[in-house]
C-alpha cells in the first residue's frame, strides 16, 4: 500500500487543522492506521491509531480531547482533525500502516508502510 498524507500547514494556537491521508494500492481495511509526529530535534512520536473495522481508537494523552482520529472507507482515506492546536503540537505528521489488524500500536516500528510527512506548524 502507498500512503500520502497531507493538508499541513501554518495555523495560530487555538486554530484547527485536518490531515488527510490517502491510500493506494490496497484498501485500508486490510490494516490498522496510525498517525505519529516527529518535532526538529526530537523523535518520532505516536499520536492516534484506528481500527478500521470496529473504528477503535487510541489516543496519545497529549491529545486526548483536542485530535479525532476517523477513517472513510469509500475513499479509502483515514483523517486527523486537531482542534485547539498548541505550538508544542508543531511537527511533521506522519501515517502509518500495520498489517496487523488486531493490533494498535503505539510505536513506529510496528508499523509497515509509511505516508512522505505533512508539516503543521502552529504559531503562539
Known amino acids: 500500500v502507498q500512503l500520502q498524507a497531507f493538508g499541513g500547514g501554518l495555523v495560530q494556537a487555538g486554530g484547527s487543522l485536518r490531515l488527510s491521508c490517502e491510500a493506494s494500492g490496497s484498501t485500508l481495511s486490510n490494516y490498522v492506521m496510525g498517525w505519529f509526529r516527529q518535532a526538529p530535534g526530537k523523535e518520532r512520536e505516536f499520536v492516534a491509531v484506528?481500527?478500521?473495522?470496529?473504528?477503535?481508537?487510541y489516543y496519545a494523552d497529549s491529545v486526548k480531547g483536542r485530535f479525532t482520529i476517523t477513517r472513510d472507507n469509500a475513499k479509502n482515506t483515514v483523517y486527523l482533525q486537531m482542534n485547539t492546536l498548541k505550538p508544542e503540537d508543531t511537527a511533521v505528521y506522519y501515517c502509518?500502516?500495520?498489517?496487523?489488524?488486531?493490533?494498535?500500536?503505539?510505536?513506529?516500528?510496528?508499523?509497515?508502510?509509511w505516508g512522505q510527512g505533512t508539516e503543521v506548524t502552529v504559531s503562539s
Open positions: 484506528i481500527r478500521w473495522g470496529p473504528g477503535t481508537t
Open positions: 502509518a500502516a500495520d498489517r496487523r489488524t488486531y493490533f494498535m500500536g503505539v510505536k513506529s516500528g510496528s508499523y509497515d508502510y
